[in-house]
């Protein structure tokens, strides 16, 4: 698929460093809502289900309720738990989300993708299979949904690969990409959560603070980073979609 590398117009005339200045201790409900006073078309979230996802998500559709929902991108990698698939469907109900679901476009089911790739591909080629069913599809999604902006839900508390970012930057594309929860910390993402009733994965209570596809997934100890859960083993701190 080709695409420009040419910033829209909103992104090409905006001072990033300012922005970051201005942004830096703002509260992620004053950068949602410059976001979307600022890209009120062309504006997406993507979403993993997990809680600092699910913030973003409430802060938009409980509370901020742009009058262009923002359409709310999920990967459906075909190997997540079945409790994130059962969030999804749960938050699209709640929240009436203007979901947009993309997966690898070949396959459509978990036995169908190992008939075609092999057994565990995540063992073989963890870059193909990161390939295949998210850094594809992902990119696919945010040029079909005319992507200008997107949100993510990293901190730079989750890991050390995230310490220095920033809350606005710009992806491969030239999109603006940002980062809301940037200076918040777990903690606080908890705090928001527990006082305004966000729904979340079950899993985090069950020792899984960072949820990705099962069969990669590890619950974490006491003491162990974040995001130590995810690829334990391979030496592999971002699946590629961020990098």
């Not at 409430?58 to 190997?79: E, G």
Request: proline letters at 6%; a negative charge; hydrophobic letters at 35%.
């Amino acid at each position: 698929m080709t695409q420009s590398t040419q910033p829209p117009t909103q992104v090409a005339n905006l001072d990033l460093k300012k922005l970051n200045q201005k942004f830096e201790n703002a509260h992620p409900k004053d950068i949602l809502a410059w976001c979307a006073a600022n890209v009120p078309t062309g504006l997406v979230q993507t979403s993993a289900f997990n809680v600092d996802d699910l913030l973003i998500t409430d802060l938009l559709y409980r509370d901020l309720k742009p009058a262009h929902p923002v359409p709310v991108l999920f990967l459906d990698t075909l190997h997540h738990f079945p409790q994130t698939l059962e969030l999804v469907a749960k938050a699209k109900e709640l929240y009436n989300l203007n979901l947009k679901v993309y997966k690898i476009q070949d396959v459509d089911t978990r036995e169908a993708f190992t008939a075609k790739y092999g057994e565990a591909l995540w063992d073989t080629d963890i870059a193909q299979f990161h390939h295949l069913t998210k850094i594809e599809p992902l990119q696919r999604g945010l040029a079909e949904l005319g992507t200008i902006a997107w949100l993510t839900g990293r901190r730079r508390d989750q890991a050390n690969t995230r310490a220095d970012m920033p809350v606005f930057e710009l992806d491969t594309q030239q999109r603006l990409k940002v980062n809301p929860l940037a200076n918040w910390t777990r903690k606080e993402t908890w705090a928001y959560a527990f006082e305004h009733d966000v729904i979340y994965n079950p899993l985090h209570d069950q020792g899984y603070p960072s949820i990705g596809d099962q069969p990669i997934t590890t619950p974490v100890a006491e003491g162990e980073d974040e995001r130590a859960g995810r690829w334990r083993g391979t030496g592999k701190t971002e699946c590629g979609i961020h990098i």
